[in-house]
């Protein structure tokens, strides 16, 4: 298992669980962000942050500090 942070662009991944607190947790998960998700990382900026990501048909950036609660694993 691996954080989001860490998956390069072009990568799919799934979430497999999160390492946040509950209210962050529940904010990454009101994005559409849940267990057993499909992600695939589009593009990271040039120093990291922030990551942008698909997931669920549509595109999201996430700040690396999210991302890294967000634990996935490859498919």
Known sequence: MKSLKDVLPGEKVKVVKFSADS?????????????????TVIKTAPLGD??????????????????ETILVENF
């Open 50 to 67: 922030p990551v942008e990501i698909n997931v669920r048909g549509y595109e999201l950036t996430l700040r690396k500090f999210d991302a």
């Open 23 to 39: 209210a962050a947790k529940r904010r990454i998960m009101d994005m559409g962000i849940t267990k057993g998700a499909d992600i």
